[in-house]
C-alpha cells in the first residue's frame, strides 16, 4: 500500500473516532442539560404549588389534613396541573396517591415518593408503556411535620423527538465534514507526497547513473531538509563516480602506455634472437648479442622505472633533457627496429647529417620506436624513407612511407583522447596506444609532432626538436 493511502485511511480513521466522540459527548450533554433544566422548572413549579396550597389553607377554605384527603386532593390536583404540560400527584403520609390530574399509571411506591416523605427532593426517570417519563416528587411540610408530598410526572417524548432531530442534525453536519475533511486531507497529503514522488523519481535515475536531477521543496520542513540532503548526496556521489572515473582512467592509460612501451624492446629482442640463428659469421653473432644486452637493459630500467612509480605512487614519465647527437639516436633506434623492418619486407630510405639538440634520449628513441612501428604494422607500406634535417632553431625527423594514408578527418583526430582509447591511430585499424604519449613526450621535451597524410598517397610524420633547451616540466602525469 503506497504512503499516500496510508495517509489517507489513517486520517478518515482519526477524525471518524473525533466525530464519534463528540457525537457521545454532545448527546450525553444536551441530553443531561435538559433533564436539569426540566427538574429546575418543576422545582419552581412546586414552590409556586405550595404557596397556593398554603393560601388555601390559611384562607381556612380547608384544613391541611383536608388537603391530602382523598376527597379535595384529586380537585386540587386537576387545579395545580392547569395549564401545564405534566401530571400532577398528590400522596399521603403513608406513600398513597390520594390525589391525580391525569390518568397515567399511578407509579405507586416508587423510591421517589419514599425519599420524599423521608424529607428530600427525588428526580427519577422511569419508563412508562408507551414513553419514558420524569418522575419529580416533593415532601409538603406543614409546622415541621410531614403531611404528605407533591408529585409531577414530564412526559419526555417530546425532549426524546428534540434529541433525535438534533442527532440527525449532527450526523448530518458530521458527514460533510468528514467529507470535506476527507478532500482536505487528500489534497494536502498530495502536495506533501509530490516532493517525495520526485525523490522517488529521482533515486530510479540515480541507480541507473544519473545524477542530474535535483529536487526542489519550497516549504520549510522536513521534507525540505531530506530533498536537500538528497541533493547534497546526489552531488557527491557525482564527485566521487566521477574521480573514480578519472582514477581509472588515468591507471588504464598509464599501463597502457606501459604495456605498448614494454613490446619495442621485446620485439627487437626476439628479432635479434631470429637473426642468430640464420648468422655464421662471429662478428654478427656478436653485434647482435649486443643490441639484444642493450634492449634488455632498456627493458629492465623501464621495468624498475615503473616499480618507482609505483612504490612513489607517481604514475609520471620522467624527462631529463640533454644535449646530444639525433643523428645517433636515429641510428641506433633504425639499427634496434631493422629485424622487423627485415622481417615486413619494408625497403628502407636513410638521409641522416649529424645534429645536435636537447632533447631526453631515452624519450626520444621511444617516440622514433612508436611512429616507425605504426607505420611498419598500419600502413600497409613496402618503402619507409627517413631524413634528419638541421634548420636554424631545430632538427627535423622526417618519417614517409608510402602506405595507403589517411582521410583528413582520421587525420584531424589522431591525438584526440576520447571515453574509450586515448587518441586515434594512424591508421583506423590500430589501437594507437602510444600517439598520445608520443606528442605529449615531444611537447615536454620542447619540441613536437605533426602529421600529414593523404588517403591511398601515404603519410608523412615530422617530429620537430629543439637546438636550443627549452625550460619544461619534467613530468608528464598519466
Given at each position: 500500500m503506497k504512503l499516500r493511502n496510508k495517509l489517507f485511511i489513517q486520517h478518515t480513521i482519526t477524525i471518524v473516532m473525533l466525530l464519534a466522540a463528540m457525537y457521545v459527548v454532545v448527546n450525553y450533554t444536551l441530553s443531561k442539560s435538559m433533564i436539569e433544566r426540566d427538574t429546575q422548572t418543576l422545582d419552581q413549579y412546586y414552590a409556586l404549588h405550595r404557596i397556593e396550597a398554603l393560601k388555601i389553607v390559611n384562607d381556612k377554605k380547608i384544613s391541611i389534613e383536608q388537603l391530602f384527603s382523598g376527597a379535595y386532593a384529586p380537585l386540587i390536583a386537576s387545579h395545580l396541573a392547569a395549564n401545564s404540560n405534566f401530571q400532577v400527584q398528590l400522596f399521603d403520609p403513608e406513600g398513597t396517591i390520594i390525589g391525580d390530574s391525569g390518568n397515567k399509571e399511578d407509579l405507586i411506591k416508587r423510591s421517589d415518593i419514599d425519599a420524599a416523605l423521608a424529607g428530600q427532593t427525588a428526580t427519577v426517570i422511569t419508563e412508562g408503556e408507551t414513553s419514558k417519563i420524569l418522575i419529580y416528587a416533593s415532601p409538603f411540610t406543614y409546622e415541621g411535620k410531614t403531611v404528605g408530598g407533591f408529585r409531577y410526572l414530564l412526559d419526555l417524548n417530546k425532549h426524546e423527538e428534540t434529541l433525535s432531530e438534533m442527532r440527525t442534525w449532527f450526523i448530518g453536519v458530521a458527514l460533510g465534514c468528514l467529507l470535506i475533511a476527507l478532500l482536505a486531507s487528500y489534497s494536502f497529503s498530495f502536495f506533501i507526497m509530490k516532493p517525495l514522488h520526485a525523490l522517488q523519481q529521482a533515486l530510479k535515475l540515480v541507480t541507473i547513473g544519473d545524477f542530474s536531477r535535483k529536487i526542489v521543496v519550497r516549504s520549510q520542513d522536513e521534507v525540505r531538509e531530506l530533498a536537500d540532503d538528497f541533493n547534497q548526496m546526489s552531488e557527491a556521489l557525482q564527485e566521487h563516480i566521477e574521480l573514480l572515473h578519472y582514477e581509472q582512467s588515468k591507471q588504464k592509460k598509464f599501463y597502457d602506455n606501459v604495456t605498448h612501451e614494454l613490446k619495442t624492446p621485446l620485439t627487437s629482442i626476439i628479432g635479434f634472437s631470429d637473426l642468430i640463428d640464420k648468422?655464421?659469421?662471429?662478428?654478427?653473432?656478436?653485434?647482435?648479442?649486443?643490441?639484444?644486452?642493450?634492449?634488455?637493459?632498456?627493458?629492465?630500467?623501464?621495468?624498475?622505472?615503473?616499480?618507482?612509480?609505483?612504490?612513489?605512487?607517481?604514475?609520471?614519465?620522467?624527462?631529463?633533457?640533454?644535449?646530444?647527437?639525433?643523428?645517433?639516436?636515429?641510428?641506433?633506434?633504425?639499427?634496434?627496429?631493422?629485424?622487423?623492418?627485415?622481417?615486413?619486407?619494408?625497403?628502407?630510405?636513410?638521409?641522416?647529417?649529424?645534429?645536435?639538440?636537447?632533447?631526453?634520449?631515452?624519450?626520444?628513441?621511444?617516440?622514433?620506436?612508436?611512429?616507425?612501428?605504426?607505420?611498419?604494422?598500419?600502413?600497409?607500406?613496402?618503402?619507409?624513407?627517413?631524413?634528419?634535417?638541421?634548420?636554424?632553431?631545430?632538427?627535423?625527423?622526417?618519417?614517409?612511407?608510402?602506405?595507403?594514408?589517411?582521410?583528413?578527418?582520421?587525420?584531424?583526430?589522431?591525438?584526440?583522447?576520447?571515453?574509450?582509447?586515448?587518441?586515434?591511430?594512424?591508421?583506423?585499424?590500430?589501437?594507437?596506444?602510444?600517439?598520445?604519449?608520443?606528442?605529449?613526450?615531444?611537447?615536454?621535451?620542447?619540441?613536437?609532432?605533426?602529421?600529414?597524410?593523404?588517403?591511398?598517397?601515404g603519410t608523412e610524420v615530422v617530429l620537430q626538436f629543439p637546438i636550443e633547451p627549452v625550460p619544461f616540466p619534467v613530468l608528464l602525469q598519466n
Open positions: 648468422m655464421e659469421r662471429t662478428d654478427d653473432i656478436r653485434t647482435c648479442n649486443v643490441y639484444i644486452r642493450k634492449e634488455s637493459t632498456r627493458l629492465l630500467q623501464m621495468v624498475e622505472e615503473l616499480l618507482q612509480s609505483s612504490l612513489k605512487g607517481d604514475e609520471a614519465w620522467r624527462v631529463q633533457v640533454e644535449r646530444t647527437d639525433l643523428a645517433a639516436i636515429l641510428t641506433d633506434s633504425l639499427r634496434i627496429l631493422e629485424p622487423t623492418l627485415h622481417k615486413s619486407s619494408i625497403m628502407t630510405t636513410i638521409h641522416v647529417a649529424p645534429c645536435e639538440v636537447y632533447v631526453d634520449p631515452k624519450r626520444t628513441q621511444q617516440v622514433l620506436f612508436n611512429v616507425i612501428e605504426n607505420a611498419i604494422k598500419h600502413s600497409e607500406c613496402t618503402e619507409l624513407t627517413i631524413r634528419l634535417e638541421q634548420q636554424e632553431y631545430q632538427c627535423l625527423v622526417r618519417i614517409i612511407d608510402n602506405g595507403k594514408g589517411m582521410n583528413e578527418q582520421d587525420t584531424s583526430t589522431l591525438f584526440v583522447a576520447t571515453e574509450h582509447k586515448q587518441t586515434r591511430p594512424i591508421s583506423p585499424q590500430s589501437h594507437g596506444l602510444g600517439l598520445l604519449l608520443c606528442k605529449q613526450l615531444m611537447e615536454l621535451q620542447g619540441g613536437d609532432i605533426i602529421v600529414h597524410s593523404r588517403e591511398g598517397s
